[in-house]
């Protein structure tokens, strides 16, 4: 399962993060604002490291967290879907209509396929790999726990579509993209908080934890790539002769 998810990942996360700006000609649905698209190819490439690292992992304790990480987005995902089925291309014709139908086929099939796994994992003896010998530092904890809150506070508001939190938002955040991103917060903050309340110990919740800091580091680039353009293009803008 987990080299099923780096072939599903691993290239839309790219594409997403590379062309942001020309998701109507190759998407599910059309992001209109690049932040957006960038913001979510990051998660992608993040969640191909994640699934990569895990599955060159033959220790079930120490993937686990990867598992809950990947079962909360994917179940979130296809909420949201079935939410926003006119959002999406299905009918639109072409490479866009296939990766909408190809998209719902995977959020339908990956949630009982995760649950499964993990069941099957935790009867097979995980269940009892709880115990902490080497535990995380307090602080450490602490802080995984406070920013998994936040993050997943901030994203059950989008997953409610509040219009008082899109229209805050710092780029433009239309319906689906506002509740896509809200599954996304909601990941993150199951990870963190996994690990400070449940496994409590480093070791076991490394391959996912560490995971998650390859999407912020590349959000902070898109957001300083993407403001650098905008920046240009206004200057050229402005530039221009007005004319008479």
Known sequence: M??????????????????????????????????????????????????????????WQRVRTVVVIALTLTSLALLDTLRHLGGFSFHAGGLVEVVAWFWLAVYIAL??????????????????????????????????????????????????ELSWLRTRWPWPLPSLPATIMGAWLCTVGSGLLWFALR???WYRARIGVIAMLVPLGLDLVAAAVLTAVIGAVAIVEERRPTPR
Not at 33 to 52: E, N, Q, R
Not at 130 to 138: C, E, K, Q, S, T
Request: glycine content about 16%; hydrophobic content about 55%.
């Open 2 to 59: 987990f080299i099923l998810g780096v072939c599903l990942t691993a290239g839309i996360g790219i594409g997403l993060f590379a062309v942001p700006g020309r998701t109507a000609e190759y998407w599910a649905w059309t992001i209109k604002a690049p932040l957006t698209a960038a913001f979510f190819g990051a998660g992608y490439i993040g969640a191909a490291v994640a699934l990569s690292w895990g599955a060159a992992t033959r220790e």
């Open 111 to 160: 949630p009982p396929l995760l649950a499964v796994a993990f069941v099957l994992q935790e009867r097979g003896g995980g269940a009892h790999e709880y115990g902490v010998d080497r535990p995380a530092l307090p602080g450490s904890r602490l802080a995984a726990a406070v920013a998994g809150a936040m993050s997943a506070i901030v994203g059950v508001l989008l997953l409610g």
């Open 199 to 201: 496994e409590r110990t």
